[in-house]
């Protein structure tokens, strides 16, 4: 078993989209939309299996209800995991966009160890320190093909970690997900896809 087959899933749509608030760490369920995405997928990979061993999910509702989902229709184990949960917002999370951009400004510099916001939030050093941390814990999991349901910001620090990216975007639709390869004999990343969302086709 010298390759690690990764799936990164982003969760469905929440309420806190049709809300247009800012979530990170604001725990909003999925919406009756993400519900459905998320039996979408997992619909499509019943008829095109990717045979998972693993799966682990964030415990904000909207990454573990789509986890669910998925991992109930094609019989995985799902191992939860504050590890994976996204970023750390700090007072942004629930706010509205509006009230957030006047209330915290966007500051025209921010250090990499500096908080989120003035009032607190996770730096982006202690972000890449956590994506590590989740990435080795699933290394070490044991699992020849896994699939990860998080975040979209959190997927991206995952992916720039793994790719030894500081500036890198990758964009994560509704139950879209990412592909890679992990050679367990060398340090080399394959991404094989990214955005993918063949059951919203």
């Known amino acids: 078993m010298n390759t690690l087959h990764l799936t990164l899933l982003r969760h469905g749509r929440s309420r806190a989209d049709d809300e247009d608030v800012h979530e990170g760490r604001y725990d909003s369920p999925l919406s009756g939309v993400g519900q459905a995405q998320a039996r979408a997928l997992a619909a499509y990979w019943a008829t095109h299996p990717p045979d998972f061993d693993l799966a682990y999910c964030s415990t904000l509702s909207r990454a573990s209800e789509t986890a669910g989902i998925v991992t109930d229709a094609l019989v995985v184990p799902l191992t939860p995991s504050d590890t994976l949960r996204e970023w750390d917002n700090g007072p942004l999370a629930g706010l509205g966009r509006e009230e957030a951009a006047r209330r915290y400004p966007m500051p ?20 890449r320190a956590r994506a590590l941390l989740a990435l080795e814990h699933i290394w070490r999991g044991g699992g020849e093909r896994v699939l990860v ?32 390869r992990l050679n367990r004999r060398s340090h080399t990343a394959l991404v094989t896809g990214v955005n993918l969302s063949p059951h919203l086709s």
């Open 108 to 127: 025209a510099f921010r250090h990499e160890l500096d908080a989120f916001t003035a009032e607190g939030g996770e730096s982006q050093a202690a972000i």
């Open 149 to 180: 349901v998080s975040h979209g910001g959190f997927l991206n620090s995952m992916l720039r970690e793994l790719l030894r990216m500081e500036r890198g975007w990758f964009e994560f639709g509704d139950t879209s997900f990412a592909t890679l």
